[in-house]
Structures are given as C-alpha cells and as structure tokens.
C-alpha cells in the first residue's frame, strides 16, 4: 500500500541583491525575467531518514518559489518573504536539510526556511548566506534544520551530505579564487607589499622558517611581475568566501567599506590640506581646537570616479559627515568629537599618576609585568647584539620607595615594569635609518604605592652602542619633584610611542585579528554546520575576516596608514612576525594563563577564580577574569550536553581534525612546539574554546573600542616621534630651551600623522546598529536544543552581572586605578549603544 502524501507549507526569507547592493538596481529585473523563462530558484527537502534504494537520504520532489516577480521589491533594507509548499510521504520521516538551486543570474541573501507540519509543529533551517547561481557550485547547496550532532550521531540520512558538504568548502587548494566561490584555505602574508609598483614597497613574505606568522585566506592570485614570492597587488576587493562579506544593509559591512574610502580619499585630502603648513603642530592648543573646529576638507576631497561609484566605493564626502559631531552645513568639514581623555580636566592626561594608571586601566594593559630582579636584564644573545648592561641603578629608584630598599619592594612584590628594550632594539637602526623617525627601546619602572596606585619612578631609553649622533646608548630618567619638566615629558612620549606600536601590532592585530584568521579557516573546513562547536564559535567570527582582508588593503599594508604614522615604519609588520615567532603561545593567551606569565597573579585555589591577583586594584584583570569564568562556565555547560563522557572529545573526528589543522596548517610554523594543548579531554577542550572566545571578544574590546577614548588626543598617546630627547650642550638642546613645548610637539606625530590616525581610530573605536555583544544572539531560531537555550540564558544572565559589577567598581572611590582622565574602566562594560562610547565587548572581531 502506497504511503499517503503529507503537505509541508515553508516560509522562506531572503534578501535580494538589488536592495544589498544599490549599484545594481537592474540585478532584480534581469532575475524576473528568467524567472518568467523557466530559471527559476528550486528546493528540495532531504529526509533525516536513509532510502534504501540510494543509501542516501530520502528526497523530496524539487519545488520552485512561485511568483518571484510578483513580490513587492522596493528598495528598503526589509525582508523578502515566500511562501512553498512540499509534498512528501507520510515515512518520509524529518527534514533534516534542504537543497537549493539558484538558476537566476544574481545572488541572493537567504536567511532562512521555516516548515509547518500538519500538527502545527514546525522546523527551522537558519541560513544566513548568500546563494548564487547554480554554476558556481559543484553541487548544489546544502543548509541543515538547527539541530547539531557529533559526526557519529548524525542521522544516518545526512551522513553523506554532510560530508560533502565539507569537501566543497576545502576545494582543491589550486586556482585562483573568483566571487561566488566558497573555498576556505590557507596562505602566508605574501600580499602586503606591490613591489610591482615600486621596488621600495616590496616587503618580506610573513609565514615560514625566517620569520613565522599565521596563515590567512588564500586566494590564489598571481605572483607578482617582480618578485615571484610576493602575491600580484590588485585594485579590486581580496577574495573572501561569500558568508565572510555580512549583507551591504548592515551596518559592520559599511565600517569595513570606511576603511578604505578613508584610506583613499581622504588621508590624501588630509595631506593636501596640510600641505602649505609646517609639519608640526605649533600648541597644545591647536591640537584642542581640533575638536571644535575641525578641518575643512571641501576643496581638498577628489570625489569618487565612475569606476569607483561602479565598484560601490563609499563616498568620501558621507563618510565625513558620519564623522563629524556636528549639524555644521560645510558637507567637507571633518570636526572631531573630544576624547573621553579630555572630558574631564584637559590637563590630567599628562600627569605622571595618569601615565602609570594607564598601565593597568588604558588601551594597552597586557603588558606590566612585575620585576624579580633589579636592574632588569636583557635576553637578547650577546653574540649578536653585544651586552646589554643597563644604566638603571638602585640610587635612581631608592628614595621614591616609601621606606623600603630595593630589595624589599622586590620582595613585597612592589616593583613592575613594561618593558619595550628586546623587542625594539634590534630593529632601532634601521628604523632610525628611516626618514624622520626617531625612537628607542625603552623601558619603564612603576612601584605601587601603599595606597594601591602605581607610580613611574624610572624610564629608561636605550639605543644600540654607541649611541646615535651623540647619543648615550642609554640615558636614565626620574619623575620631576615640583614642576614640569618637558624632557622628562619627552621621555614618556617615548615610551608611548614604543607602547602604540607594540600596541597596535601585537596586542590588537597579531593577538586578535591574526591568530582568530586560522582558526576561522579550520573551523569552517573542519566542523559541519551540524557540528555543535561551530554552533558555539560561530558569532564569534562574524565579520573578522572580511576587516582583516580590509585591514591589509590599508591599514597594514607597504605605504599604508600603520607605515606612515607609525615609527616602526616599513618594519612594523615584520617586527609583530619576530613576536610572534618568539613569543606567542596559544596555551599563554588566556587571561589567566597570561596573568601569571607577567607574574602579576599566582595560582591560588582558594581564590575567586582560582588566582590572586598581585595588584588587587587592576581594572583589566578584574573585569577581565570575570567574563573568563563565565565564557568558561557557559563552554563547560555547553559540552556537557554534547560530550558525554571523557573519550568522547577523542573519539570527535571532525574536532580532532579541527585542532590538528589549527596547529600543523594554520600555525604551522609552531607547529612542533611542545606546550600545544592535546584535544584528549573535556577539560583541555573547554579551555581551548574558552580561549577563542575570549580573544574574539574581551581581549579584543579591551584593546580596540578605547583607541579613540585615549589616543584620539594624540599628545597622550603619540604614535610617531621624529626627534631623540636632546642632550645637553647640542644645538637641539638649546632649540628645546627656546620653547619646549614646541619642540615636543616637533618631536611627535605631525599635523598629517596626527589627524590620520585620529580619523581611523575614530572608524575603528565605533560600534554598530547590528552589533551583538557577549551574551546575545539576534538570529532567530539558532538552536532548537531546549538544554543548549537553558545553558545561554544563565551565560546573558551571567554577562549582566558581569557588567553590573563593572560599573558598581566604577563607583567604587576606594578603588583609585578606576579614576582618571577617563573615570571609569569601562571598556569591559558588555554592551553598548551604536556610536563612539568607549565600552562593549562584541562576541567578534567585527572591526
């Protein structure tokens, strides 16, 4: 007896290229027309259940969404929503997955498919990816119901599909990679210079024995003309698999897209604008006026041409205006808004308390590491670098004590210091050696006082011996006691400098943006949508990818926004390659596990969170280790349902071919390290995940949202400097004299440099509309797992408390590294609103 046939009606939402894409309003009519024709777009269900007569599952009837043409296709950012109905057997059994074919030319957006059943039950298939034409896929594709199984429970009807769906993904690792392709792979940063355009902008591959790096997204362009280990520079977009470029209506997508009309328009107005004018800024008080006055850059913007209006560039005019805090009619005048850093007294950023609190409370607190012996010592080899005797001596720091000797703040665990000397020396010649940029290594000595504050009572600045044009090799210099002192203020810009750098090099591109780009590879050719672990990690790589591509377009890039305003220069990314290569482990870049390599925390399992913390008073650290425990919390709850039993993370195939390919493709470099965590247990799985959480979210936020909050007034955190700190009896000694104030400001970023960097940390300090923060998930339908819903709402239960301690700290006046030039830490604050606030932490590396 022949089955009866059951009615499943569906619902699917998408978005279509002509509202994503408003440089392409005939893309929908020419779809209607071959709709009309017969190409039309057609689904086909596939049962959890095996048909014996093809071993795989069983299928429904194909079906094609009717009347395309006839819905309503305005060009408002809304949803297009269709209706479908699928005829099945009454055995069919569940849909597990559906297919889809799309025979119009143009691609779409498709958010997903929602299936009543007779009984009123219904089925939800979450896509969010774009669908183009059948021809650009082997096969067609592929989107699963959100229920997730480990590889050996997946219903027997979709074992098949969900291998080859993973076989697609991978491809071949040949050819060049062209849009609509959905083929994640592996290459080393051979893409950042264009020695094709000039011999100067040739810059080493990063990746491989001489100078280790992670991998990024291949995309399989042509070597360049002139150097065949540099890939060709192209004007277009790099490739990006389609899902890793988010729908033009959404806001993050239009952040990516102000990096590069910034980067070519208006950093040349920038320069132009300037043009005429001295280099440096003439006052403090230029500087201020800034932020209420602006700069007019009307005359000096070349508008877009045809070609780049084609090609969807944002127009730099828009991008101004969204800039600009101010109703000012001038469509050219780019006005900044005042930094959190000035808010309050304009004058307290340049107090020496502020300088250390920002140690352990500012943009960059990943790197105070508390001192075991003075004077500090150099692990640089003698051999090759020759002895690296200090200059720092006890009777430097003695006096600024509090009563103790030297010794007994070491043993009280009093004395700290960040430490720049083995990181920049090796490269100080040939950066000096570059045209108007100045530095040195340097390193800074901070006690904490007996009121729990830290104070600077030392800094050092070293230069390769002998010393450069009558420079010592390393000069000493200690806090004024009474009044302001601009070489002592020249020496902190030093350190400052030395500090973005480092900052924006390594604690934000390379810990963050780099390391996350391999492991989003290997997640994606790895771990099947139906894999529970890319259901956890997935909001955690929105957008990363398709920044970073942007980022090596014009921030990172040869002649790009870091080489310019930065001293590092043309050897930034080649100096975060050699630290990288010296020092990243993936098993140290926890929170915890980075506490106690800086032996500022030490185990203590009587302790919150299993550590005490050396300072107690450490703003970063305490929020910080906060949102630790509760990603870990929420990552223990997470695998308990999934992973039974301890054999269980071992007998994963899909999971242990995930973690192999991180360590032997994506970090293949360290490959043969010894301290990589073995995938053998829950315990090593949860905190392998609860380490790539943590980066793509509060490790990242903690370094990136506050860039405008401090550096947007850039005589706090200057990121270039052009002169060394005179010495005494020269010629620029006596020039400093005249006016010290304006020798400093001639020492550090320039006019152009200064507000180049103003505007792009601006861009990249900004949240989005559609951001979605730790704890939150916008997508509708997700999970279908009641268990796996029950374990999210205690981690957004948890996020709250998380950020009502935060603020109720912020309140706290007890707690003195809290308060500032900018009061409050907030930058582990969980939300935020849209807009330039200093605060949020995003599950992604979004911008």
Not at 423 to 443: C, D, M, S
Not at 498 to 513: E, I, M, P, R
Not at 569 to 596: K, T
Not at 605 to 622: Q, S
């Given at each position: 007896?022949?089955?009866?046939?059951?009615?499943?009606?569906?619902?699917?939402?998408?978005?279509?290229?002509?509202?994503?894409?408003?440089?392409?309003?005939?893309?929908?009519?020419?779809?209607?027309?071959?709709?009309?024709?017969?190409?039309?777009?057609?689904?086909?269900?596939?049962?959890?259940?095996?048909?014996?007569?093809?071993?795989?599952?069983?299928?429904?009837?194909?079906?094609?969404?009717?009347?395309?043409?006839?819905?309503?296709?305005?060009?408002?950012?809304?949803?297009?929503?269709?209706?479908?109905?699928?005829?099945?057997?009454?055995?069919?059994?569940?849909?597990?997955?559906?297919?889809?074919?799309?025979?119009?030319?143009?691609?779409?957006?498709?958010?997903?498919?929602?299936?009543?059943?007779?009984?009123?039950?219904?089925?939800?298939?979450?896509?969010?990816?774009?669908?183009?034409?059948?021809?650009?896929?082997?096969?067609?594709?592929?989107?699963?119901?959100?229920?997730?199984?480990?590889?050996?429970?997946?219903?027997?009807?979709?074992?098949?599909?969900?291998?080859?769906?993973?076989?697609?993904?991978?491809?071949?690792?040949?050819?060049?990679?062209?849009?609509?392709?959905?083929?994640?792979?592996?290459?080393?940063?051979?893409?950042?210079?264009?020695?094709?355009?000039?011999?100067?902008?040739?810059?080493?591959?990063?990746?491989?024995?001489?100078?280790?790096?992670?991998?990024?997204?291949?995309?399989?362009?042509?070597?360049?003309?002139?150097?065949?280990?540099?890939?060709?520079?192209?004007?277009?977009?790099?490739?990006?698999?389609?899902?890793?470029?988010?729908?033009?209506?959404?806001?993050?997508?239009?952040?990516?897209?102000?990096?590069?009309?910034?980067?070519?328009?208006?950093?040349?107005?920038?320069?132009?604008?300037?043009?005429?004018?001295?280099?440096?800024?003439?006052?403090?008080?230029?500087?201020?006026?800034?932020?209420?006055?602006?700069?007019?850059?009307?005359?000096?913007?070349?508008?877009?041409?045809?070609?780049?209006?084609?090609?969807?560039?944002?127009?730099?005019?828009?991008?101004?205006?969204?800039?600009?805090?101010?109703?000012?009619?001038?469509?050219?005048?780019l006005k900044y808004p005042l930094p959190q850093i000035?808010?309050?007294?304009?004058?307290?950023?340049?107090?020496?308390?502020?300088?250390?609190?920002?140690?352990?409370?500012?943009?960059?607190?990943?790197?105070?590491?508390?001192?075991?012996?003075?004077?500090?010592?150099?692990?640089?080899?003698?051999?090759?670098?020759?002895?690296?005797?200090?200059?720092?001596?006890?009777?430097?720091?003695?006096?600024?004590?509090?009563?103790?000797?030297?010794?007994?703040?070491?043993?009280?665990?009093?004395?700290?210091?960040?430490?720049?000397?083995?990181?920049?020396?090796?490269?100080?010649?040939?950066?000096?050696?570059?045209?108007?940029?100045?530095?040195?290594?340097?390193?800074?000595?901070?006690?904490?006082?007996?009121?729990?504050?830290?104070?600077?009572?030392?800094?050092?600045?070293?230069?390769?011996?002998?010393?450069?044009?009558?420079?010592?090799?390393?000069?000493?210099?200690?806090?004024?006691?009474?009044?302001?002192?601009?070489?002592?203020?020249?020496?902190?810009?030093?350190?400052?400098?030395?500090?973005?750098?480092?900052?924006?090099?390594?604690?934000?591109?390379?810990?963050?943006?780099?390391?996350?780009?391999?492991?989003?590879?290997?997640?994606?050719?790895?771990?099947?949508?139906?894999?529970?672990?890319?259901?956890?990690?997935?909001?955690?790589?929105?957008?990363?990818?398709?920044?970073?591509?942007?980022?090596?377009?014009?921030?990172?890039?040869?002649?790009?926004?870091?080489?310019?305003?930065?001293?590092?220069?043309?050897?930034?990314?080649?100096?975060?390659?050699?630290?990288?290569?010296?020092?990243?482990?993936?098993?140290?870049?926890?929170?915890?596990?980075?506490?106690?390599?800086?032996?500022?925390?030490?185990?203590?399992?009587?302790?919150?969170?299993?550590?005490?913390?050396?300072?107690?008073?450490?703003?970063?650290?305490?929020?910080?280790?906060?949102?630790?425990?509760?990603?870990?919390?929420?990552?223990?709850?997470?695998?308990?349902?999934?992973?039974?039993?301890?054999?269980?993370?071992?007998?994963?195939?899909?999971?242990?071919?995930?973690?192999?390919?991180?360590?032997?493709?994506?970090?293949?470099?360290?490959?043969?390290?010894?301290?990589?965590?073995?995938?053998?247990?829950?315990?090593?799985?949860?905190?392998?995940?609860?380490?790539?959480?943590?980066?793509?979210?509060?490790?990242?936020?903690?370094?990136?949202?506050?860039?405008?909050?401090?550096?947007?007034?850039?005589?706090?955190?200057?990121?270039?400097?052009?002169?060394?700190?005179?010495?005494?009896?020269?010629?620029?000694?006596?020039?400093?004299?005249?006016?010290?104030?304006?020798?400093?400001?001639?020492?550090?970023?320039?006019?152009?440099?200064?507000?180049?960097?103003?505007?792009?940390?601006?861009?990249?300090?900004?949240?989005?509309?559609?951001?979605?923060?730790?704890?939150?998930?916008?997508?509708?339908?997700?999970?279908?797992?009641?268990?796996?819903?029950?374990?999210?709402?205690?981690?957004?239960?948890?996020?709250r408390e998380v950020e009502h301690q935060v603020m109720?700290?912020?309140?706290?006046?007890?707690?003195?590294?809290?308060?500032?030039?900018?009061?409050?830490?907030?930058?582990?604050?969980?939300?935020?609103?849209?807009?330039?606030?200093?605060?949020?932490?995003?599950?992604?590396?979004?911008?």
């Amino acid at each position: 007896m022949a089955p009866t046939q059951v009615l499943l009606k569906g619902l699917i939402l998408l978005q279509k290229k002509h509202v994503l894409d408003l440089t392409d309003v005939g893309a929908d009519l020419w779809d209607d027309a071959n709709d009309l024709f017969g190409n039309k777009v057609k689904l086909q269900l596939i049962s959890e259940l095996v048909d014996p007569a093809t071993g795989s599952g069983k299928t429904s009837p194909e079906v094609a969404i009717s009347g395309w043409f006839l819905s309503f296709d305005g060009l408002s950012a809304g949803d297009v929503k269709y209706e479908i109905q699928f005829s099945v057997d009454s055995d069919f059994g569940t849909p597990g997955a559906f297919l889809i074919r799309n025979h119009h030319p143009n691609q779409f957006f498709l958010k997903s498919l929602t299936l009543s059943a007779p009984d009123g039950s219904k089925i939800h298939f979450p896509c969010e990816s774009w669908v183009h034409n059948t021809s650009k896929y082997s096969s067609p594709r592929v989107f699963f119901r959100n229920q997730v199984f480990l590889p050996d429970s997946t219903p027997a009807g979709l074992k098949t599909i969900r291998e080859n769906e993973l076989k697609c993904i991978r491809g071949t690792g040949e050819g060049t990679r062209v849009p609509g392709d959905r083929i994640y792979d592996y290459d080393v940063y051979n893409d950042l210079g264009n020695p094709d355009a000039k011999p100067e902008l040739k810059r080493p591959v990063l990746g491989g024995a001489k100078l280790q790096y992670p991998r990024r997204i291949r995309t399989g362009r042509k070597p360049a003309r002139t150097d065949s280990l540099s890939e060709s520079w192209s004007s277009d977009d790099m490739y990006l698999p389609p899902d890793e470029k988010t729908a033009k209506i959404r806001s993050s997508s239009v952040l990516g897209d102000s990096i590069k009309a910034f980067a070519h328009k208006i950093v040349p107005a920038i320069k132009t604008f300037y043009a005429d004018r001295a280099a440096s800024f003439e006052s403090l008080d230029e500087i201020k006026a800034l932020y209420e006055e602006g700069i007019d850059l009307g005359t000096c913007v070349n508008p877009l041409t045809d070609e780049e209006a084609k090609k969807n560039v944002r127009s730099p005019f828009t991008l101004i205006s969204e800039l600009t805090t101010t109703d000012d009619a001038n469509a050219g005048l780019l006005k900044y808004p005042l930094p959190q850093i000035l808010q309050g007294d304009d004058d307290t950023w340049m107090s020496n308390d502020e300088f250390a609190r920002q140690t352990i409370a500012g943009l960059n607190p990943m790197l105070i590491t508390k001192l075991e012996t003075f004077p500090p010592t150099s692990s640089l080899d003698p051999a090759v670098f020759g002895a690296q005797a200090t200059a720092l001596t006890n009777e430097h720091i003695q006096t600024q004590l509090q009563g103790l000797t030297v010794e007994q703040a070491l043993e009280k665990n009093r004395l700290f210091i960040v430490d720049y000397h083995d990181v920049f020396l090796p490269y100080l010649n040939i950066i000096n050696a570059q045209k108007n940029k100045r530095t040195y290594g340097t390193r800074t000595i901070l006690f904490l006082s007996n009121e729990g504050t830290l104070k600077i009572v030392a800094i050092e600045l070293s230069l390769p011996a002998p010393g450069e044009k009558g420079q010592r090799s390393n000069r000493v210099f200690l806090p004024p006691t009474n009044k302001k002192d601009w070489l002592w203020e020249l020496a902190k810009a030093h350190v400052s400098v030395n500090d973005a750098g480092y900052h924006q090099l390594v604690s934000h591109w390379l810990k963050t943006h780099a390391i996350m780009e391999p492991i989003i590879i290997a997640t994606y050719r790895q771990l099947s949508a139906l894999h529970p672990i890319l259901l956890l990690l997935q909001p955690h790589y929105k957008n990363t990818m398709a920044i970073n591509a942007r980022a090596r377009k014009a921030l990172i890039n040869a002649g790009g926004i870091i080489e310019d305003c930065f001293t590092t220069g043309r050897y930034s990314m080649e100096m975060s390659a050699v630290v990288y290569g010296l020092s990243w482990r993936f098993d140290q870049e926890g929170l915890p596990a980075d506490l106690i390599k800086r032996k500022m925390a030490v185990p203590d399992p009587n302790a919150k969170h299993g550590l005490e913390l050396i300072i107690k008073d450490y703003p970063y650290a305490v929020d910080g280790l906060n949102i630790w425990d509760a990603i870990k919390n929420w990552v223990t709850d997470y695998t308990d349902i999934f992973y039974k039993e301890e054999a269980s993370v071992a007998a994963d195939t899909e999971l242990q071919s995930w973690w192999h390919e991180i360590r032997y493709v994506g970090h293949a470099d360290k490959k043969d390290a010894d301290w990589w965590l073995k995938l053998d247990s829950k315990k090593n799985l949860v905190e392998l995940l609860t380490t790539v959480i943590w980066l793509a979210s509060a490790h990242h936020a903690a370094v990136n949202f506050g860039q405008y909050a401090y550096a947007g007034y850039p005589a706090n955190r200057p990121t270039i400097a052009h002169r060394f700190v005179p010495e005494p009896g020269t010629k620029e000694h006596d020039e400093f004299l005249q006016n010290p104030e304006k020798f400093y400001l001639s020492a550090i970023s320039s006019r152009v440099e200064a507000t180049t960097v103003m505007t792009t940390i601006e861009i990249l300090s900004t949240h989005t509309a559609d951001e979605e923060y730790l704890g939150e998930r916008k997508s509708e339908n997700w999970t279908g797992d009641a268990r796996v819903l029950a374990a999210f709402s205690n981690f957004t239960a948890a996020m709250r408390e998380v950020e009502h301690q935060v603020m109720a700290n912020n309140k706290n006046p007890s707690l003195k590294n809290r308060h500032g030039a900018v009061d409050g830490y907030t930058l582990l604050c969980i939300n935020s609103k849209p807009g330039l606030t200093g605060r949020g932490v995003p599950n992604s590396i979004s911008i």
